[in-house]
Protein backbone atom coordinates (compact mmCIF):
# COMPACT_ATOMS: atom_id res chain seq x y z
CA UNK A 1 0.00 0.00 0.00
CA UNK A 2 2.32 2.51 0.85
CA UNK A 3 5.42 1.42 -1.47
CA UNK A 4 5.04 4.83 -3.68
CA UNK A 5 6.08 6.69 -0.45
CA UNK A 6 8.04 4.24 1.72
CA UNK A 7 10.84 6.67 1.76
CA UNK A 8 9.02 9.58 3.37
CA UNK A 9 11.02 9.94 7.09
CA UNK A 10 8.69 10.91 9.98
CA UNK A 11 11.89 11.04 12.43
CA UNK A 12 10.50 11.67 16.03
CA UNK A 13 7.20 9.50 14.94
CA UNK A 14 9.30 6.70 14.70
CA UNK A 15 9.75 4.67 18.11
CA UNK A 16 12.58 2.48 17.17
CA UNK A 17 14.82 5.52 15.61
CA UNK A 18 14.39 7.41 18.56
CA UNK A 19 14.47 4.57 21.09
CA UNK A 20 17.98 3.46 19.76
CA UNK A 21 19.66 7.10 19.72
CA UNK A 22 18.05 8.50 22.87
CA UNK A 23 19.37 5.03 24.76
CA UNK A 24 22.21 4.11 23.36
CA UNK A 25 23.68 7.14 21.59
CA UNK A 26 26.35 9.68 22.31
CA UNK A 27 24.49 12.98 24.37
CA UNK A 28 25.07 15.54 20.87
CA UNK A 29 23.28 19.00 20.74
CA UNK A 30 20.15 18.90 19.58
CA UNK A 31 20.56 19.52 15.60
CA UNK A 32 23.27 17.34 15.55
CA UNK A 33 21.34 14.41 16.80
CA UNK A 34 18.58 14.96 14.32
CA UNK A 35 20.64 14.92 11.46
CA UNK A 36 22.32 11.40 13.19
CA UNK A 37 19.16 9.93 13.52
CA UNK A 38 17.54 11.29 10.14
CA UNK A 39 20.82 10.03 7.88
CA UNK A 40 20.56 6.35 10.19
CA UNK A 41 16.88 6.46 9.38
CA UNK A 42 17.44 7.16 5.62
CA UNK A 43 20.04 4.53 5.47
CA UNK A 44 17.68 2.22 6.51
CA UNK A 45 14.31 3.16 4.49
CA UNK A 46 15.60 4.85 1.31
CA UNK A 47 16.88 3.48 -1.40
CA UNK A 48 19.54 5.57 -1.96
CA UNK A 49 21.77 7.00 0.90
CA UNK A 50 23.25 10.94 0.05
CA UNK A 51 22.59 13.63 2.02
CA UNK A 52 19.85 15.19 -0.65
CA UNK A 53 18.05 12.23 -1.16
CA UNK A 54 17.50 11.50 2.65
CA UNK A 55 16.79 15.50 2.83
CA UNK A 56 14.00 15.80 0.68
CA UNK A 57 12.72 12.88 1.89
CA UNK A 58 12.29 13.89 5.59
CA UNK A 59 9.21 15.60 7.01
CA UNK A 60 9.51 18.25 9.04
CA UNK A 61 13.39 17.99 9.03
CA UNK A 62 16.29 19.71 7.73
CA UNK A 63 17.01 20.95 4.81
CA UNK A 64 20.21 19.60 2.29
CA UNK A 65 22.42 22.36 2.94
CA UNK A 66 21.70 22.38 6.49
CA UNK A 67 22.02 18.38 6.84
CA UNK A 68 25.32 18.48 4.88
CA UNK A 69 26.87 21.07 7.39
CA UNK A 70 25.91 18.86 10.49
CA UNK A 71 27.25 15.55 9.31
CA UNK A 72 30.45 16.91 8.37
CA UNK A 73 30.49 18.77 12.20
CA UNK A 74 29.67 15.17 13.61
CA UNK A 75 32.47 13.85 11.38
CA UNK A 76 35.03 14.42 14.38
CA UNK A 77 33.14 12.78 16.89
CA UNK A 78 32.18 9.50 14.74
CA UNK A 79 34.23 7.46 16.25
CA UNK A 80 33.17 8.25 20.39
CA UNK A 81 29.70 7.79 18.81
CA UNK A 82 30.76 4.35 17.60
CA UNK A 83 32.64 3.00 20.62
CA UNK A 84 30.35 4.66 22.84
CA UNK A 85 27.33 2.96 21.57
CA UNK A 86 29.29 0.07 21.77
CA UNK A 87 29.39 0.07 25.47
CA UNK A 88 25.99 1.06 25.93
CA UNK A 89 24.83 -2.42 23.89
CA UNK A 90 26.77 -4.66 26.90
CA UNK A 91 23.87 -3.38 28.93
CA UNK A 92 21.29 -5.35 27.61
CA UNK A 93 21.67 -8.79 28.26
CA UNK A 94 20.66 -10.15 24.76
CA UNK A 95 23.35 -8.09 23.43
CA UNK A 96 26.41 -8.03 25.16
CA UNK A 97 29.72 -9.99 23.65
CA UNK A 98 30.28 -13.24 25.37
CA UNK A 99 33.49 -15.22 26.12
CA UNK A 100 32.35 -17.30 23.91
CA UNK A 101 32.25 -15.47 20.75
CA UNK A 102 34.79 -14.19 18.72
CA UNK A 103 36.49 -11.11 17.17
CA UNK A 104 37.55 -10.75 13.49
CA UNK A 105 39.86 -8.94 12.38
CA UNK A 106 39.65 -7.85 8.06
CA UNK A 107 40.62 -5.30 5.40
CA UNK A 108 37.66 -4.76 3.33
CA UNK A 109 38.16 -2.17 0.19
CA UNK A 110 34.81 -0.25 -0.34
CA UNK A 111 34.58 0.38 -4.33
CA UNK A 112 34.32 4.22 -5.22
CA UNK A 113 33.82 5.12 -8.24
CA UNK A 114 35.50 8.72 -7.58
CA UNK A 115 39.43 9.22 -8.03
CA UNK A 116 39.27 12.81 -6.42
CA UNK A 117 38.15 11.10 -3.07
CA UNK A 118 40.30 11.87 0.22
CA UNK A 119 41.71 8.21 1.14
CA UNK A 120 40.23 6.51 -2.40
CA UNK A 121 43.26 4.49 -4.04
CA UNK A 122 44.10 1.11 -5.98
CA UNK A 123 43.60 -1.61 -3.58
CA UNK A 124 43.64 -5.67 -3.85
CA UNK A 125 40.10 -7.35 -3.12
CA UNK A 126 40.78 -10.89 -2.09
CA UNK A 127 36.74 -11.05 -3.39
CA UNK A 128 37.28 -9.26 -6.42
CA UNK A 129 41.02 -10.79 -6.89
CA UNK A 130 42.37 -7.73 -8.37
CA UNK A 131 43.12 -4.02 -7.67
CA UNK A 132 39.95 -1.81 -7.52
CA UNK A 133 39.37 1.62 -7.16
CA UNK A 134 38.47 2.19 -3.43
CA UNK A 135 38.84 2.47 -0.16
CA UNK A 136 40.66 0.55 2.36
CA UNK A 137 38.43 0.18 5.42
CA UNK A 138 40.02 -1.87 8.81
CA UNK A 139 37.52 -3.07 11.29
CA UNK A 140 37.29 -5.72 13.91
CA UNK A 141 33.49 -7.72 14.07
CA UNK A 142 31.90 -9.47 16.71
CA UNK A 143 30.27 -12.98 16.47
CA UNK A 144 27.93 -14.32 19.35
CA UNK A 145 25.90 -17.43 17.13
CA UNK A 146 22.75 -15.65 17.58
CA UNK A 147 23.58 -12.40 17.19
CA UNK A 148 26.52 -10.18 16.06
CA UNK A 149 27.54 -6.90 15.40
CA UNK A 150 30.57 -4.51 13.63
CA UNK A 151 32.86 -3.21 16.44
CA UNK A 152 35.37 -0.73 15.51
CA UNK A 153 37.30 0.45 12.16
CA UNK A 154 39.91 2.44 10.95
CA UNK A 155 41.13 3.64 7.48
CA UNK A 156 43.96 2.74 5.57
CA UNK A 157 45.94 5.24 3.61
CA UNK A 158 48.17 4.11 1.06
CA UNK A 159 51.75 6.66 1.01
CA UNK A 160 51.04 7.78 -2.55
CA UNK A 161 47.64 8.90 -1.85
CA UNK A 162 48.57 10.73 1.16
CA UNK A 163 51.76 12.56 -0.92
CA UNK A 164 48.71 13.53 -3.46
CA UNK A 165 47.00 16.28 -0.40
CA UNK A 166 50.36 17.00 1.30
CA UNK A 167 49.53 14.37 4.12
CA UNK A 168 52.36 12.42 3.52
CA UNK A 169 53.13 12.22 7.35
CA UNK A 170 50.40 10.56 8.40
CA UNK A 171 51.25 7.35 6.88
CA UNK A 172 50.70 3.96 9.13
CA UNK A 173 51.19 0.93 7.55
CA UNK A 174 47.98 -1.86 7.92
CA UNK A 175 49.04 -4.01 11.15
CA UNK A 176 49.89 -1.04 13.04
CA UNK A 177 46.17 0.11 12.19
CA UNK A 178 45.20 -3.67 13.73
CA UNK A 179 47.08 -3.55 17.11
CA UNK A 180 45.43 0.20 16.92
CA UNK A 181 42.20 -1.43 17.06
CA UNK A 182 43.36 -4.36 19.59
CA UNK A 183 44.64 -1.35 21.98
CA UNK A 184 41.21 0.31 21.74
CA UNK A 185 39.34 -2.91 21.80
CA UNK A 186 41.17 -3.95 25.02
CA UNK A 187 40.80 -0.37 26.37
CA UNK A 188 36.97 -1.00 26.68
CA UNK A 189 37.04 -4.45 28.73
CA UNK A 190 35.09 -6.53 27.02
CA UNK A 191 34.44 -10.62 27.78
CA UNK A 192 35.33 -11.87 24.20
CA UNK A 193 38.44 -12.78 24.25
CA UNK A 194 39.27 -14.93 21.17
CA UNK A 195 40.30 -13.31 17.94
CA UNK A 196 40.67 -14.70 14.34
CA UNK A 197 42.29 -13.18 11.28
CA UNK A 198 43.69 -14.16 8.07
CA UNK A 199 47.46 -14.58 7.38
CA UNK A 200 48.54 -10.63 6.54
CA UNK A 201 47.43 -10.01 9.95
CA UNK A 202 49.27 -12.94 11.46
CA UNK A 203 52.09 -11.25 12.58
CA UNK A 204 54.78 -11.57 15.64
CA UNK A 205 54.19 -7.91 16.61
CA UNK A 206 50.36 -8.59 16.49
CA UNK A 207 50.54 -11.63 18.26
CA UNK A 208 52.51 -10.64 21.13
CA UNK A 209 50.06 -7.90 22.34
CA UNK A 210 47.20 -10.38 21.60
CA UNK A 211 49.53 -12.65 24.01
CA UNK A 212 50.15 -9.62 26.32
CA UNK A 213 46.32 -8.86 26.95
CA UNK A 214 45.98 -12.82 27.29
CA UNK A 215 44.06 -13.21 24.14
CA UNK A 216 43.43 -16.44 22.29
CA UNK A 217 43.89 -16.78 18.42
CA UNK A 218 43.39 -18.49 15.56
CA UNK A 219 44.64 -17.50 12.22
CA UNK A 220 46.42 -19.08 8.62
CA UNK A 221 49.89 -18.55 8.77
CA UNK A 222 52.31 -18.21 5.91
CA UNK A 223 53.78 -21.65 4.45
CA UNK A 224 57.55 -19.62 4.96
CA UNK A 225 57.28 -19.43 8.17
CA UNK A 226 60.05 -21.12 10.60
CA UNK A 227 59.09 -23.67 13.59
CA UNK A 228 60.66 -25.60 15.55
CA UNK A 229 59.68 -29.29 16.18
CA UNK A 230 61.33 -32.03 18.26
CA UNK A 231 64.26 -29.57 18.22
CA UNK A 232 64.48 -29.42 14.23
CA UNK A 233 63.85 -26.21 12.35
CA UNK A 234 61.75 -26.64 9.60
CA UNK A 235 59.18 -24.16 7.52
CA UNK A 236 55.50 -24.35 7.78
CA UNK A 237 55.40 -26.46 4.17
CA UNK A 238 58.20 -28.45 4.63
CA UNK A 239 56.27 -29.80 7.69
CA UNK A 240 53.51 -30.56 6.50
CA UNK A 241 55.69 -32.53 3.83
CA UNK A 242 57.44 -34.41 6.76
CA UNK A 243 53.94 -35.50 7.98
CA UNK A 244 52.87 -39.29 7.20
CA UNK A 245 50.06 -39.49 5.15
CA UNK A 246 48.32 -42.12 8.05
CA UNK A 247 48.30 -38.91 10.32
CA UNK A 248 45.82 -37.12 8.16
CA UNK A 249 42.29 -38.08 9.84
CA UNK A 250 38.57 -37.16 7.60
CA UNK A 251 36.81 -35.11 10.04
CA UNK A 252 33.26 -32.89 9.84
CA UNK A 253 33.13 -29.44 10.29
CA UNK A 254 29.98 -27.33 10.55
CA UNK A 255 29.44 -23.75 9.52
CA UNK A 256 27.67 -22.05 12.69
CA UNK A 257 26.30 -19.07 11.07
CA UNK A 258 25.34 -21.30 7.72
CA UNK A 259 25.03 -24.68 9.36
CA UNK A 260 26.51 -26.25 6.47
CA UNK A 261 28.72 -28.93 6.74
CA UNK A 262 32.37 -29.13 5.61
CA UNK A 263 35.14 -31.73 5.51
CA UNK A 264 38.41 -31.96 6.01
CA UNK A 265 41.44 -34.44 6.55
CA UNK A 266 43.72 -33.16 9.19
CA UNK A 267 47.39 -33.62 10.96
CA UNK A 268 48.77 -31.28 13.45
CA UNK A 269 52.05 -30.28 14.75
CA UNK A 270 52.61 -28.49 18.45
CA UNK A 271 55.80 -26.18 17.46
CA UNK A 272 57.86 -23.60 18.89
CA UNK A 273 57.97 -20.46 17.37
CA UNK A 274 60.78 -17.94 17.94
CA UNK A 275 59.36 -14.66 20.12
CA UNK A 276 55.64 -15.77 20.42
CA UNK A 277 56.26 -19.21 22.05
CA UNK A 278 54.27 -22.68 21.64
CA UNK A 279 51.67 -23.12 19.36
CA UNK A 280 49.42 -25.38 17.33
CA UNK A 281 49.91 -25.96 13.80
CA UNK A 282 46.63 -27.24 11.58
CA UNK A 283 46.99 -28.91 8.60
CA UNK A 284 43.86 -28.96 6.44
CA UNK A 285 42.93 -30.86 3.19
CA UNK A 286 39.37 -30.40 2.16
CA UNK A 287 37.56 -32.82 0.98
CA UNK A 288 33.85 -32.92 -1.11
CA UNK A 289 31.29 -35.93 -0.74
CA UNK A 290 29.68 -37.28 -3.42
CA UNK A 291 26.14 -37.67 -4.20
CA UNK A 292 27.24 -41.85 -3.67
CA UNK A 293 28.54 -41.18 -0.10
CA UNK A 294 32.13 -41.00 -1.24
CA UNK A 295 34.94 -38.13 -0.23
CA UNK A 296 37.86 -36.98 -3.03
CA UNK A 297 39.84 -33.90 -2.33
CA UNK A 298 37.87 -30.99 -3.39
CA UNK A 299 41.20 -29.16 -4.53
CA UNK A 300 44.18 -31.33 -5.97
CA UNK A 301 47.30 -30.69 -4.00
CA UNK A 302 46.18 -28.06 -1.95
CA UNK A 303 46.43 -27.46 1.39
CA UNK A 304 45.83 -25.03 4.60
CA UNK A 305 47.52 -24.20 7.19
CA UNK A 306 45.94 -22.44 10.61
CA UNK A 307 48.01 -21.54 13.61
CA UNK A 308 46.66 -21.08 16.91
CA UNK A 309 48.07 -20.54 20.74
CA UNK A 310 44.97 -22.03 21.92
CA UNK A 311 46.98 -25.60 23.35
CA UNK A 312 44.02 -27.07 25.45
CA UNK A 313 41.79 -26.89 22.20
CA UNK A 314 41.62 -29.68 19.87
CA UNK A 315 42.53 -29.25 16.52
CA UNK A 316 38.73 -29.32 15.19
CA UNK A 317 37.74 -27.08 17.98
CA UNK A 318 40.24 -24.67 16.48
CA UNK A 319 38.70 -25.24 12.76
CA UNK A 320 35.34 -24.50 14.11
CA UNK A 321 36.62 -21.26 15.47
CA UNK A 322 37.96 -19.85 13.08
CA UNK A 323 35.35 -20.87 10.61
CA UNK A 324 33.30 -17.76 12.12
CA UNK A 325 35.72 -15.62 10.34
CA UNK A 326 33.69 -16.16 7.36
CA UNK A 327 30.84 -13.93 9.70
CA UNK A 328 32.71 -10.68 8.55
CA UNK A 329 32.76 -11.07 5.19
CA UNK A 330 29.11 -11.97 5.28
CA UNK A 331 29.14 -8.52 7.46
CA UNK A 332 30.91 -6.58 4.31
CA UNK A 333 27.77 -8.07 1.65
CA UNK A 334 25.20 -7.26 4.12
CA UNK A 335 26.46 -3.65 4.59
CA UNK A 336 27.07 -3.22 0.83
CA UNK A 337 23.69 -4.92 -0.26
CA UNK A 338 21.68 -3.53 2.55
CA UNK A 339 23.11 -0.45 3.90
CA UNK A 340 24.55 1.72 1.78
CA UNK A 341 28.46 1.16 2.57
CA UNK A 342 29.80 2.01 -0.99
CA UNK A 343 27.52 4.51 -1.49
CA UNK A 344 29.06 7.22 0.10
CA UNK A 345 30.72 9.99 -2.29
CA UNK A 346 31.70 12.76 0.06
CA UNK A 347 35.09 13.98 -0.80
CA UNK A 348 37.21 14.29 2.71
CA UNK A 349 38.17 11.79 4.26
CA UNK A 350 36.36 12.74 7.54
CA UNK A 351 33.07 12.34 5.80
CA UNK A 352 33.81 9.19 4.61
CA UNK A 353 34.47 7.50 7.89
CA UNK A 354 31.40 9.55 9.19
CA UNK A 355 29.72 7.49 7.02
CA UNK A 356 30.83 4.24 7.53
CA UNK A 357 29.87 5.19 11.76
CA UNK A 358 26.75 5.89 10.49
CA UNK A 359 26.36 2.30 8.63
CA UNK A 360 27.42 0.32 11.52
CA UNK A 361 24.73 2.31 13.60
CA UNK A 362 21.91 1.28 11.40
CA UNK A 363 22.98 -2.43 11.09
CA UNK A 364 23.57 -2.51 15.40
CA UNK A 365 20.28 -0.83 15.31
CA UNK A 366 18.67 -3.24 13.33
CA UNK A 367 20.64 -6.22 15.45
CA UNK A 368 19.32 -4.27 18.90
CA UNK A 369 15.43 -4.31 17.40
CA UNK A 370 15.81 -7.81 16.17
CA UNK A 371 17.32 -8.95 19.31
CA UNK A 372 14.24 -7.35 21.99
CA UNK A 373 11.43 -8.81 19.27
CA UNK A 374 10.95 -5.32 18.22
CA UNK A 375 10.92 -6.93 14.35
CA UNK A 376 8.99 -10.16 14.77
CA UNK A 377 5.44 -8.51 14.33
CA UNK A 378 6.57 -7.19 11.14
CA UNK A 379 7.79 -9.90 9.81
CA UNK A 380 8.13 -14.05 10.47
CA UNK A 381 11.80 -14.44 9.91
CA UNK A 382 14.03 -11.63 10.55
CA UNK A 383 17.54 -14.12 10.23
CA UNK A 384 19.31 -12.06 8.32
CA UNK A 385 19.64 -8.57 8.11
CA UNK A 386 18.23 -7.76 5.07
CA UNK A 387 14.99 -9.25 6.48
CA UNK A 388 15.44 -7.47 9.49
CA UNK A 389 16.01 -4.10 6.79
CA UNK A 390 12.26 -5.09 5.43
CA UNK A 391 10.63 -5.71 8.44
CA UNK A 392 11.72 -2.41 9.25
CA UNK A 393 10.30 -0.86 6.51
CA UNK A 394 7.04 -2.27 7.11
CA UNK A 395 6.90 -0.45 10.80
CA UNK A 396 8.14 2.38 9.25
CA UNK A 397 4.92 2.23 6.95
CA UNK A 398 2.97 1.70 10.05
CA UNK A 399 4.14 4.64 11.33
CA UNK A 400 3.52 6.62 8.32
CA UNK A 401 -0.09 5.45 7.72
CA UNK A 402 -0.97 6.21 11.05
CA UNK A 403 0.72 9.64 10.39
CA UNK A 404 -1.59 10.25 7.49
CA UNK A 405 -4.40 8.85 8.78
CA UNK A 406 -4.18 11.63 11.37
CA UNK A 407 -3.11 14.32 9.00
CA UNK A 408 -5.89 13.27 6.84
CA UNK A 409 -8.27 13.59 9.71
CA UNK A 410 -7.32 17.18 10.80
CA UNK A 411 -7.17 18.55 7.11
CA UNK A 412 -10.68 17.12 5.65
CA UNK A 413 -11.66 20.92 5.50
CA UNK A 414 -8.65 22.36 4.70
CA UNK A 415 -8.40 24.05 1.81
CA UNK A 416 -4.83 22.83 0.95
CA UNK A 417 -5.49 19.21 2.06
CA UNK A 418 -5.13 18.23 -1.93
CA UNK A 419 -2.64 20.10 -2.51
CA UNK A 420 -0.65 18.19 0.99
CA UNK A 421 -1.82 14.49 -0.98
CA UNK A 422 -0.25 15.46 -3.99
CA UNK A 423 3.06 16.89 -2.58
CA UNK A 424 3.50 13.53 0.47
CA UNK A 425 1.55 10.47 -1.83
CA UNK A 426 3.08 12.13 -5.13
CA UNK A 427 -0.10 10.81 -6.41
CA UNK A 428 -2.43 10.78 -9.73
CA UNK A 429 -4.96 13.27 -9.96
CA UNK A 430 -7.54 10.19 -9.54
CA UNK A 431 -5.75 9.65 -6.41
CA UNK A 432 -6.31 13.12 -5.28
CA UNK A 433 -10.00 13.24 -5.83
CA UNK A 434 -10.38 10.13 -3.20
CA UNK A 435 -8.46 11.89 -0.19
Given at each position: ?????R?????K?????M?????????????E???????V?G??????A?I??????????????????????V?????E?LL??????????????R?????????????????HIE????F????????????????T??Y????????D??L??R?????????Q??????????R?LI?S??????P?????????F??????K????Y??????K???N??????????????????????????????????KK?RY????????????????R???????E?????????K?KS??????S????????????????RWT??????????????????W??????????????????L?????????????????????K?R??F????????????T?????C?KC???????????????????H?
Amino acid sequence: MFLSYRGMLLVKENALIMDFFDHLGLALPPREEEAVKTFVYGILVNHRASIKNIAENTIQGQNERQMNRIIHQVSSKAREMLLHNLQALQKISTLAMRPSGVVSIDEHVIPKTGKHIEGVDYFYSTSENKEILGLSMINTHYYGGSFEYPIDCLLYRRLQELEKWGKQELHVPKNEIARQLIRSYHELGLPCKVWVMDSYFMTKENVKLLDTYDYSYVSKIKRNWVVTYQRQRWSVGDLYESIPETEFKQIEAVNSKAKKKRYFLMAHRDVFISKIGEQRIIYLRELEKEPSGAFHEKYKSSWMCLVSNMLETSPKGILQTYMKRWTIETSYRDESQELHLKGCMWRDIEGQYCFITLVFLAYRLLMWASRLGLLSPYSPQVDTIGKKREAFRRFHEQVFGEWITSLKQECKKCAMAKVLYALIYRGTPHAIEHW
